[in-house]
């Protein structure tokens, strides 16, 4: 199928092909129509398959068919709310980018910056408003949005927005939408506490699934590396040799594990940067905009800072920390190989996190490539659960005898200052 079987504008298609792209994903494919069709649709595909098209495509269609009915400053009236300021920035930038042949106008809205430039660009007027949900209450409060005119309402990364205790805002922001809407819900995972939102905000959706979080792009090649917790930056640093590996995504577990792993590498003269929530959106931006240039060899990011980081043919992925949650996992090495580009995943694990990985094989159902042919290969084994139990019996026992000790040493001490 070509895109110009979707029956897409003329002035869409010609925007496309400056992306080069001719042929529509899965997603898009399946999308595209029931949204044309002004159906609400509930969408399972993971981030990388080329979700924001499948929305953001046919609501500008929708706007260019009504621009020759309004008249006067524009009214929002298409709204995308998304979990993270990352992800905001690319689909606003999407929407710019096929929209380029149109008279349709967007602009997007996030936290962690001042909200002059935004609340300049709401005054000027918008017909798409792209929003995390912090940033949308606070300008709703202040005035400066209205959501009485929207016709068109996607929630993006449904499933990221819960995890991340958007709850309460997402049904304030439902509370002050038009009842006759099209709403449009994607999720990359569909448990029961989503499908029971989703029924809170569509009316008889068409429902579309592609590539379901269990599985993992076939583009993708897997490395795995079994090494020890103490030698995991030199395992690192051993794999950058690779000159090949000139742009890399590598996934930390905690904000402060990021800065520790871009302080060694840069004692290594390798340039790297990090972003987390501990950092401003300048420096997340600025960071993120370096490693696209290639100014920057090496990114490393927590799960929650990744997502909505888009970069054309990034090759590789590394995950630092084997994470408890194997879906995560999925989604982190979903980062490279996309839109049909080879990708490699390479996935260092210490002893404690050798279960995790083979949840994790379990849920793709395939074996991970394990690579033993380095300098580091693990030898500690981790503990079983009968020594994990006598692990903390042990340190409950020092930690104990720890303030018995400083407690008898203090009352020592005030016995003698009362003798004085």
């Known amino acids: 199928m070509k895109f110009s079987d979707l029956k897409l504008l003329p002035s869409l298609l010609k925007a496309l092909q400056d ?56 009214k929002i009236r298409a709204l995308v709310v998304t979990p993270t300021r990352e992800l905001a920035i ?41 929003a995390t949900p912090g940033r949308l209450l606070d300008l709703m409060n202040q005035g400066y949005i209205s959501l009485g005119d929207i016709g068109y309402f996607v929630l993006d990364e449904a499933d990221r927005m819960l995890d991340m205790g958007f709850i309460h805002d997402i049904r304030k922001i439902l509370e002050k939408l038009p009842k006759k809407r099209q709403s449009l819900f994607f999720s990359a995972t569909m448990p029961q506490n989503i499908l029971k939102l989703s029924r809170q905000i569509l009316m008889n959706p068409k429902k579309v699934a592609v590539n379901p979080v269990s599985s993992t792009a076939d583009t993708i090649q897997q490395y795995l590396y079994y090494t020890n917790k103490n030698q995991k930056n ?5 794999l950058l040799k690779d000159e090949n590996i000139n742009q890399v995504l590598v996934f930390s577990r905690t904000k402060h594990g990021a ?14 940067a990090a972003i987390h929530g501990d950092k401003s959106q300048n420096q997340r931006q600025k960071a993120l905009k370096s490693f696209k240039k290639l100014e920057v060899r090496v990114l490393v990011a927590t799960d ?9 043919k990034l090759r590789f992925v590394l995950n630092y920390d084997i994470p408890n949650e194997s879906e995560t996992c999925v989604h982190r090495i979903g980062r490279c190989g996309r839109a049909g580009e080879e990708g490699i995943s390479i996935s ?26 380095h300098p580091y290969p693990q030898t500690d084994k ?39």
């Open 19 to 74: 992306k080069k792209y001719t042929e529509p994903t899965s997603i898009q494919e399946k999308a595209i129509p029931p949204i044309l069709a002004f159906e609400d649709v509930l969408g399972s595909a993971q981030t990388g398959t080329g979700k924001t098209a499948a929305f953001a495509l046919p609501i500008i269609q929708h706007l260019e068919n009504e621009q020759n009915r309004q008249s006067g400053k524009r």
């Open 90 to 130: 690319q689909i606003q930038e999407n929407f710019v980018a096929y929209s380029k042949y149109n008279n349709v106008k967007s602009t997007v809205i996030y936290g962690g910056v001042k909200q002059g430039a935004q609340t300049d660009a709401l005054n000027r007027g918008v017909d798409v408003l792209v």
């Open 382 to 420: 981790p503990m079983n659960n009968q020594q994990k139990k006598e692990f903390e019996k042990e340190k409950q026992r020092r930690k104990k005898e720890f303030f018995a000790n400083r407690n008898k040493k203090k009352g020592f001490q005030n016995r003698g200052r009362g003798r004085k």
């Open 234 to 238: 030199d395992l690192l640093l051993h």
């Open 348 to 373: 260092i694990s210490e002893p404690e996190e050798n279960t995790y990985v083979r949840d994790i094989e379990k849920l793709i159902d395939q074996k991970i490539k394990v690579i033993d042919t």
């Open 304 to 312: 929650i800072a990744a997502r909505g980081i888009d970069i054309d």
């Open 259 to 272: 800065d520790r792993i871009v302080r060694n590498l840069r004692k290594k003269k390798i340039n790297a």
